[in-house]
């Protein structure tokens, strides 16, 4: 059967859409319009998640994240919540000293407003993911921390606090703890002044990464033999190209690096592959009144990959 006339028989199979059946597309499309108006997650945040992914990797059950927590019924959301289920995993960096069971984590790139309001904010976060918990014991005050991330600092609001005596410096570079606002461990960690090799991937969270973190980043993929924190590390590294595209050339010079960087390219070319046949998919849908069936089989998708287009068009597969 020829395009034109495949077309013809999906116009013919739209006009015997019974009014139910039409009420059901209405408000399926209007569900999708709804998707499509919701504000996409930050690429930086994707990028500190795998990064968080890396770190508590090796606590395996005893470490959970959940990203985008809601807070009670109809609330806002936090970036991160990281759930320390044993007492026993001893943190190995001083940036997480201060965790305790509930770890409430907000992460803010370098272009996001860092001030007293959004300090504010995250503690009334923290003070409204304990207060509407069922039971008291679920999420007791004493176990819940409070972190903010963020690449570099307010010079503004940090002169000011250190004056007022509600900011006071750690012994280790880049880590200050906040007073007067709560009654919870409350710091700030400005990633670009933590020294040392440990936390080269928390530096590389910018748009002017050092190109001897960015290295070793790579090296950390290269030596990596598990999938899945391979997968986090590409991610991260994925995000640091793409705002640091210098380093594409420096990468294409080193044998080693470049297989890195061909990768992540692939990576991408698949995505944005992927992501024009779900366009395709559902403008069929949508233009047509078809199912998700019928329109893949317009485009001769194969049979091996409709469950993954079926899965990112939030339909199941039939």
Same mark, same amino acid.
């Given at each position: ?12 199979? !739209? ?7 039409r009420k059901e597309r209405? *408000? ?15 690429d930086w945040h994707a990028? +500190? ?13 005893? &470490? ?19 759930? &320390? ?6 943190? *190995? ?5 201060? +965790?305790?069971?509930? !770890? ?10 860092? !001030? ?10 923290? !003070? ?29 609001? +940090? ?26 461990? +409350? ?102 009144? &078809? ?28």
């Amino acid at each position: 059967m020829s395009d034109e006339a495949e077309m013809r028989e999906l116009t013919d199979e !739209n006009k015997e859409l019974t009014e139910q059946e039409r009420k059901e597309r209405i *408000e399926y499309h209007l569900k999708e319009l709804k998707k499509l108006r919701r504000v996409p997650r930050s690429d930086w945040h994707a990028g +500190f998640e795998a990064l968080l992914r890396i770190e508590t990797y090796k606590y395996a059950d005893h &470490v959970h994240i959940s990203t985008e927590e809601e807070i009670g019924e109809v609330s806002p959301r936090t970036n991160f919540v990281i759930l &320390v289920e044993d007492k026993k995993v001893k943190w *190995e960096k001083a940036i997480f000293r201060i +965790f305790r069971k509930i !770890n409430i984590l907000e992460y803010k790139n370098p272009y996001d407003a860092l !001030n007293r309001r959004v300090l504010r904010k995250v503690c009334g976060y923290a !003070n409204l993911y304990i207060g509407v918990a069922e039971h008291k014991e679920d999420r007791p005050e004493d176990q819940v921390t409070i972190s903010i991330f963020r690449a570099v600092k307010n010079p503004e609001l +940090f002169k000011e606090m250190e004056e007022d005596g509600t900011l006071v410096s750690d012994e280790v570079p880049g880590i200050y703890h906040v007073k007067g606002y709560t009654n919870l461990p +409350f710091q700030i960690i400005i990633t670009g002044e933590l020294e040392g090799e440990e936390y080269a991937a928390y530096r590389v969270l910018t748009d002017r990464a050092d190109e001897a973190d960015v290295e070793r980043i790579i090296a950390g993929i290269g030596h990596e033999k598990d999938d899945a924190l391979r997968e986090h590390y590409r991610v991260l590294l994925q995000l640091v190209i793409e705002k640091n595209p210098q380093f594409i050339e420096m990468m294409r010079r080193d044998e080693a690096m470049e297989d890195v960087l061909m990768e992540i390219v692939k990576d991408k070319i698949d995505e944005k592959v992927q992501q024009n046949t779900v366009t395709h998919i559902r403008d069929i849908m949508e233009s047509f009144g &078809v199912t998700v069936e019928r329109a893949m089989d317009s485009l001769k998708i194969p049979q091996s990959q409709r469950s993954t287009y079926a899965e990112l068009l939030g339909k199941k597969s039939g």
